[in-house]
């Protein structure tokens, strides 16, 4: 079960800010070592808002087919 439960308006600023600053490069690849800066706390509330998302329905068939085109290689578009 959650812990937190996160308003609507939580949810939508998130995925406006992951829409602005959304760049695939790759090129890019992850540092060796990632340095947290951010308290325990934090990270639970973080997986509790991905499992909200999630419980409160993601389309498990059009995730399905994002996986697969992604699994193919091919770009991933707003169709």
Known sequence: MMRKYFPLEASERLFVA???DDVV???VSL???IALSC????IHD???LCLQF???GVDRQ???RLVRKQAKGDEL???
């Open 62 to 64: 059009e995730l399905l």
């Open 77 to 79: 578009t707003a169709d």
């Open 46 to 48: 973080n997986y509790a």
């Open 31 to 33: 540092p060796p070592t």
């Open 25 to 27: 490069d790759a090129q």
């Open 18 to 20: 992951i829409e602005e």
């Open 54 to 56: 999630w419980l409160n």
């Open 39 to 42: 308290t325990t706390e934090i």
